[in-house]
Nanobody, 125 residues
Framework: QVQLVESGGGLVQAGASLTLSCAAS????????MAWFRQAPGKERERVAS????????YYVASIEGRFTISRDNTKNTLYLQMNSLKPEDTAVYYC??????????????????WGKGTLVTVSS
């Protein structure tokens, strides 16, 4: 079991940078592959980025065009999403999610087991 709490959201202007954090409870954080999702008003939830247990393998949705970086610090039980050159289209509630994985290097699949409550990112034009 793991409990996830996102933070770092807020209101920023287009072109700004923002870093989101996801704090995980317990001492088993390194057992989980992690991911960031987002959901904009009236749109479906989409996977933004994923990361393997050891942090060495990552996935990004093509639409972010290299602007975001997912990372993790297993010593701090924390997942990060660094967002640069933010656009109004990035406005959404961002969710942290976790899934238990057997391999250190594997990326999460379609199913995620645990979710945070989200943090709102609003990008003004």
């Amino acid at each position: 079991q793991v409990q996830l709490v996102e933070s770092g959201g807020g209101l920023v202007q287009a072109g700004a940078s923002l870093t989101l954090s996801c704090a995980a409870s317990g001492r088993t954080f390194s057992r989980y592959g992690m991911a960031w999702f987002r959901q904009a008003p009236g749109k479906e939830r989409e996977r933004v980025a994923s990361i393997s247990r050891n942090g060495r393998n990552t996935y990004y949705v093509a639409s972010i065009e290299g602007r975001f970086t997912i990372s993790r610090d297993n010593t701090k039980n924390t997942l990060y999403l660094q967002m640069n050159s933010l656009k109004p289209e990035d406005t959404a509630v961002y969710y942290c999610a976790a899934t238990a994985l057997a391999l250190l290097t594997a990326l999460p699949g379609d199913g995620m087991d645990y979710w945070g409550k989200g943090t709102l990112v609003t990008v003004s034009s």
